[in-house]
């Protein structure tokens, strides 16, 4: 089936570096990504939608010069974090819409833990 | 390794019928369950939650029972709405060391028709 794979799973920064995950449709093309961040016992927060070729569309309150978001071809879209901070912490998640004719399959990646330090 | 299969889409119901969503999964460990909503152009809700055997979670009307011995999480409801046209995810959480990985099923999307 669709495979989905985010790297790192995870990763331990300092504060006031960035880090890069990046979220690859491994055998579908996907016009369409989506992030997400998961804080703890919560459900999962959409903070944007990446669209290859063109700008990202952030959610309210979500940073789009903190969040990079990049999906320069089909099968790539990378999240960049930019001047990470600890309350940055948290399980980030990235989902690909495979480009079909019809249907709605949407395939997750397995996330990414990212603490700050 | 841990996996999610939800019953393939589109679920297209008229209002007022019973819907049953499939889920089985496999887990190396003890997993919670999960079952998640995107509405049209929404980011994921948690609707339900179960974390033990024969724990039922349910929300909005929708109910599922987590089997361990059939290992399933079907989510069903006795009567759609229109307004509940939308994609649903069943999910696992197997919790490692530091923190655990959600594992999403496909997605299912239903549709109601009035």
């Known amino acids: 089936g669709a495979v989905v794979s985010q790297h790192p799973s995870r990763v331990i920064c300092k504060s006031g570096t960035s880090v890069k995950i990046e979220c690859r449709s491994l055998d579908f093309q996907a016009t369409t990504m989506f992030w997400y961040r998961q804080f703890p016992k919560q459900s999962l927060m959409l903070m944007a939608t990446s669209n290859e070729g063109s700008k990202a569309t952030y959610e309210q309150g979500v940073e789009k010069d903190k969040f990079l978001i990049n999906h320069a071809s089909l099968t790539l879209s990378t999240l960049t974090v930019t001047s990470a901070h600890p309350e940055d912490s948290s399980f980030y998640i990235c989902s690909a819409r495979e480009n079909r004719g019809s249907g709605n399959t949407i395939y997750f990646g397995e996330g990414s833990w990212l603490t700050v330090v | ?114």
């Open chain 2, 1 to 114: 390794g841990d996996s999610v299969t939800q019953m393939e889409g589109p679920v297209t119901l008229s209002e007022e019928a019973f819907l049953t969503i499939n889920c089985t999964y496999t887990a190396t460990g003890y997993p919670s369950l999960f079952w998640y909503v995107q509405y049209p152009g929404e980011g994921l809700q948690l609707l339900l939650k179960a974390t033990k055997a024969d724990d039922k979670g349910s929300n909005k009307g929708f109910e599922a029972t987590y089997r361990k011995e059939t290992t399933s999480f079907h989510l069903e409801k006795g009567s759609v709405q229109v307004s509940d046209s939308a994609v649903y995810f069943c999910a696992l959480r197997v919790i490692y060391n530091q923190g655990g990985k959600l594992i999403f099923g496909q997605g299912t999307e239903l549709s109601v028709k009035p």
